[in-house]
């Protein structure tokens, strides 16, 4: 990794507010964390080399963070081995550690598989039994959390499925990091003709009603987006990101056989086709504020 030298930047607190474009978003929406996770996938990783703080704090401040919650989700991210400090004389600068590199890469990983073609689905699930034990509750919200992320549905108590049948190494995973192999057991086949069909498995497994409504907020809020140079389109850049990260956790993906016409096709190419228009101007805009 590059180690750049990390010139100071004089700018004060005010400084930062005023040189915002009077267009930038000034509510903040998810936590400062969640965005400075956008932050590091989308422009330190591909970009290399050390940030300084008041980088950070530019875009942080100018999306309507207090600088106090900026410097603290900088600070929890250290302590999570994520960031590493470099001190320049009087200016703090930070490198994202591999830790944190495997993981913002994954989860971009899968950010963007959903805007992925789709191979015609053979009609197997991966079906997952798993007992949690009640003096082990404390690892249950552990194990739906994780099973969600994998694209999962839960269409009754103890019993987990997925049309995707390549999963079953991550549930496996899963499943031997909670200590519940014991627990635990998998098939993977086709629905047979006793209790529910295709149709009602989706319908109990997965809450897609609310998935909907959140596509409608970002194809209602993306869409027809057209930021300025600078300001605006960084920002926008990383606002779009932010909201489209949320998606590989609560959308399963589920192929067009099982759920034909769903909105989140649509809302990826909204996303893939703003994220390319963009992506260079805000990689310009972010290297002038970081050089």
């Not at 197997?124 to 739906?144: A, G, T």
């Not at 109990?204 to 209602?220: I, R, S």
Request: aromatic residues 10%; proline residues 7%.
């Amino acid at each position: 990794m590059s180690r750049r030298r990390c010139h100071e930047m004089s700018a004060s607190r005010a400084d930062i507010r005023t040189a915002l474009a009077p267009s930038s978003p000034a509510t903040p929406t998810g936590s400062a964390r969640s965005v400075l996770v956008t932050i590091l996938g989308e422009f330190v990783l591909p970009n290399d080399g050390p940030v300084r703080t008041s980088s950070f704090l530019y875009i942080l401040t100018g999306l309507g963070y207090e600088i106090p919650a900026a410097r603290q989700a900088l600070n929890r991210f250290a302590e999570r081995g994520w960031l590493t400090r470099q001190r320049r004389g009087r200016q703090v600068c930070w490198l994202p550690t591999p830790a944190a590199r495997d993981y913002i890469e994954t989860g971009t990983e899968r950010v963007f598989s959903l805007h992925a073609a789709r191979t015609p689905w053979d009609r197997n699930w991966l079906v997952l039994f798993v007992s949690v034990p009640h003096e082990r509750r404390k690892h249950r919200d552990k194990l739906h959390s994780a099973l969600r992320w994998a694209g999962f549905g839960n269409p009754m108590p103890g019993v987990w499925v997925s049309p995707h049948t390549d999963r079953a190494a991550e549930a496996e995973r899963v499943v031997d990091e909670l200590g519940l192999r014991g627990q635990a057991l998998s098939f993977i086949g086709p629905a047979g003709a006793v209790g529910l069909n295709e149709r009602e498995i989706v319908r109990q497994g997965w809450e897609l009603h609310e998935v909907a409504d959140h596509y409608e907020e970002l194809l209602a809020q993306f869409a027809n987006l057209e930021p300025a140079d600078g300001d605006p389109v960084l920002f926008a850049q990383v606002k779009l990101i932010s909201a489209w990260r949320r998606f590989p956790f609560i959308d399963p993906q589920l192929p067009e056989e099982l759920l034909p016409g769903w909105i989140g096709r649509q809302a990826a190419v909204t996303f893939h086709d703003r994220w390319q228009w963009w992506f260079e101007r805000a990689q310009l805009r972010w290297r002038e504020i970081n050089r």
